[in-house]
């Protein structure tokens, strides 16, 4: 089946523009993830959604980041007056997450890479 | 604060050798942790988690928690094991995010 995709793989954008990155998850995943990998920062927590829940947006580095999920699908992170240190590889991930309390697998997908000018 | 550190950026090794990839994590509670695994064009994923014991592609990481450690560890390394290694921890089960180490790339000389 097909896996976690995202939209577009690559975006540049001009310093304080807004920009709208897309994850869709595998079908069926209950939990919806968005990280950012920076270069030499390793991978960075944004937020994270689960089910109807409110998401976890701890990792949220400005007011400036958001993110939504619609009909517990589809995911969009919307960077508000884009600064150059946004540029990083957004990645997004699922899982399937039934609430028995174990971690579960995340598949992630191929990623965009912002680049802010 | 939950952190998991990998100290080494690059590490390269001959094929056939034995390779240990190094991560140490600092928190207090009781940490899922796993190795996450990046092969050249392709996406991250899972490689191994604690809670399972298992070995995968001859990989194996056992969580020590008096050296708050776990690292990865082949016998024989083979080239196709050159990928970049994330280390990442999940603070609490059912808290789903996962904290990441920055990454070791791994290659495998001929």
């Known amino acids: 089946g097909a896996g976690v995709s995202q939209s577009p793989s690559n975006k540049v954008t001009e310093k304080g523009k807004d920009v709208e990155l897309r994850c869709d998850p595998i079908s069926g995943h209950t939990a919806l993830y968005w990280y950012r990998q920076s270069l030499g920062q390793g991978l960075e927590f944004l937020i994270y959604?689960?089910?109807?829940?409110?998401?976890?947006k701890s990792g949220l580095p400005s007011d400036r980041f958001s993110a939504e999920r619609t009909g517990g699908s589809v995911s969009t992170l919307t960077i508000q007056r884009t600064q150059q240190e946004d540029s990083a590889v957004y990645l997004c991930?699922?899982?399937?997450?039934?609430?028995?309390?174990?971690?579960?697998?995340?598949?992630f997908g191929p990623g965009t890479r912002l680049t802010v000018t | 604060a939950q952190r998991v550190t990998q100290p080494e950026k690059l590490l390269s090794v001959f094929k056939g050798a034995p390779v240990e990839l190094k991560c140490n994590y600092s928190y207090s509670g009781s940490p899922e942790l796993f190795w996450y695994v990046q092969y050249s064009r392709q996406r991250l994923q899972l490689l191994l988690r604690?809670?399972s014991r298992e070995s995968i592609k001859g990989f194996t990481a056992d969580l020590n928690k008096g050296e708050t450690s776990f690292h990865l560890k082949k016998p024989f390394a083979q080239e196709e094991d050159s990928a970049m290694y994330y280390c990442?921890?999940?603070?609490?089960?059912?808290?789903?995010?996962?904290?990441f180490g920055q990454g070791t790339r791994l290659t495998i000389n001929p």
């Open positions: 959604f689960q089910g109807n829940s409110a998401p976890d």
């Open positions: 604690h809670i």
């Open positions: 990442a921890l999940s603070p609490a089960r059912g808290a789903q995010k996962l904290v």
């Open positions: 991930a699922s899982s399937f997450n039934t609430g028995g309390g174990a971690s579960y697998e995340q598949y």
